[in-house]
């Protein structure tokens, strides 16, 4: 369950290199907006094209400039999360998460065994029936996730995912999105600018700047590397903090 | 009493040329939005040019391709034994090419409001392109495409200028409601006239007044959805 990326691509002044790699892990991807974090993600799920550069995930190649690979986003079974979680506005959460299934040959009835398993496990049951301007944000989120999940991917791409909540359902939601990251058991990358969220969620962590992600950290040098201290009152890891060190 | 058929040849003629141009429209819309952009400003001046020229225009040079011993209309002929100008089916040719391009720039437009993350999306989970435009697109777009469709649908039962070249004017043949009324008024046969003009204003306003709850209908649904 492997993660390899080494891409280039050039956006007019602004140029993608990323160069990276993740192995069963939850790798954090840190830098300021705009710097390409998101694009990066667009790139692994095949929504943008890379000029240059290779993504293979667990063996099989997504995009191979050199080879003229290039697997459609339908067939490279990467589920990612957007930061306004893009749920069909049409659709019900079960015919969302429905939606999740029919990528795979399957009865109409292990679909619905699958909808109505992840449903419940998401506490989306008493929702079925609801639209999605109808929830919350963090009804919303957990139904996009659902969505993905039961569509099976390799890998999980997390854009920001708490950037549209307000701080005291962010909170709690982090907390949901580490239980499911932990359920989902491979590799999954998680875009954030917020140093604290990176560092509570993360295994490891790759610093981008200016469109460049060179090495990952352990999240002992990345602490040392980006000047900061942690605060915590407990061992909850929920409640770490983290501050620039003159403070 | 009223010879109904410049009513029913109207309709048939503004209800197969709006099915037509739906299509025609809401494909050229979806493919142009993907092309380069200077051939994109190229093609999209082409398609709106319709809507600016007078219909005579249009008119001419349908006929200049269509007409019997034109290119198309000649080969036409000659294959087939079917003359395209002067039937009540050529007046199809005439509205569609005068419509399209409302039904094309009110699809385009419903177009660029789409949410592309929801396609991204749907595609990273695996759903086909087909389904996306189905499901996803279509219904997310459904009710400015369905304000061109009417507008469109409006238009053509109102045009005049190419149909009455392409198709003429013969009655029980191909008289429409426009060709109709011009050729009362010519031969001072006012009352008659006047009755055709009440008939294409109450359905005039009746199309207008469905585009107008469509459109008030879609910025709500647009205000819930935020």
Not at chain 1, 67 to 77: F, Y
Not at chain 2, 12 to 34: M, P
Request: hydrophobic residues 45%; aromatic residues 10%; charged residues 20%.
């Amino acid at each position: 369950m492997a993660l390899l990326v080494d891409i280039e691509k050039c956006f007019g002044q602004f140029m993608l290199r990323v160069r990276l790699n993740a192995e069963n892990e939850v790798l954090g991807l840190v830098g300021k907006s705009g710097c390409g974090k998101s694009l990066t993600l667009k790139c692994i799920a095949g929504i943008e094209k890379p000029d240059r550069g290779k993504i293979v995930l667990d063996g099989v190649t997504l995009f191979d400039s050199e080879n003229h690979v290039n697997l459609t986003p339908q067939k490279r079974r990467t589920g990612l999360l957007f930061q306004n979680y893009a749920l069909f506005p049409n659709m019900t959460v079960q015919q969302n998460i429905r939606a999740g299934t029919l990528r795979d040959q399957q009865t109409e009835k292990e679909r619905k065994r699958k909808v109505l398993d992840i449903m419940e496990s998401f506490g989306l049951s008493d929702l079925a029936g609801h639209f999605p301007r109808q929830l919350s944000g963090g009804q919303q989120q957990r139904t996009a996730l659902a969505r993905i999940l039961v569509s099976e991917p390799q890998i999980l791409m997390l854009d920001e995912p708490f950037s549209a909540l307000d701080s005291e359902l962010k909170f709690h939601m982090e907390a949901e999105v580490r239980d499911v990251i932990r359920r989902f058991g491979k590799t999954a990358i998680f875009v954030s600018h917020d140093r604290g969220e990176a560092y509570r969620l993360s295994d490891r962590i790759a610093m981008m700047q200016d469109g460049r992600v060179d090495h990952i950290l352990s999240k002992e040098e990345w602490l040392l590397e980006s000047n900061s201290v942690i605060i915590s009152t407990d061992s909850i890891p929920q409640n770490v903090i983290l501050v620039p060190k003159e403070s | 009493m009223l010879d109904l058929f410049p009513l029913l040849n109207s309709l048939r003629i503004a209800l197969i040329s709006s099915i037509i141009t739906f299509f025609l429209g809401i494909f050229a819309a979806y493919y142009i939005a993907k092309v380069p952009r200077a051939l994109k400003g190229i093609l999209d001046v082409i398609l709106t040019l319709p809507l600016v020229l007078p219909p005579t225009v249009v008119g001419y040079l349908l006929l200049r391709i269509l007409g019997p011993k034109r290119v198309v209309g000649k080969w036409f002929l000659a294959i087939f034994g079917i003359k395209l100008t002067m039937t009540w089916w050529s007046a199809i040719f005439a509205t569609t090419v005068v419509i399209f391009p409302l039904m094309y720039r009110t699809a385009r437009g419903a177009f660029e409001a789409f949410d592309r993350t929801l396609a991204y999306s749907a595609q990273s989970i695996g759903l086909s392109n087909t389904y996306i435009f189905w499901r996803i697109r279509m219904p997310y777009c459904r009710q400015g495409i369905l304000a061109g469709t009417v507008l469109a649908f409006a238009r053509a039962l109102g045009e005049y200028g190419a149909t009455s070249m392409v198709a003429g004017y013969t009655p029980g043949r191909t008289a429409t409601i426009s060709t109709t009324v011009y050729q009362l008024w010519r031969t001072n046969n006012d009352v008659m006239a006047f009755r055709w003009v009440l008939v294409n204003i109450a359905i005039s306003f009746v199309v207008l007044l469905a585009v107008n709850m469509l459109e008030k209908k879609e910025r709500q649904s647009r205000k819930g959805g935020e």
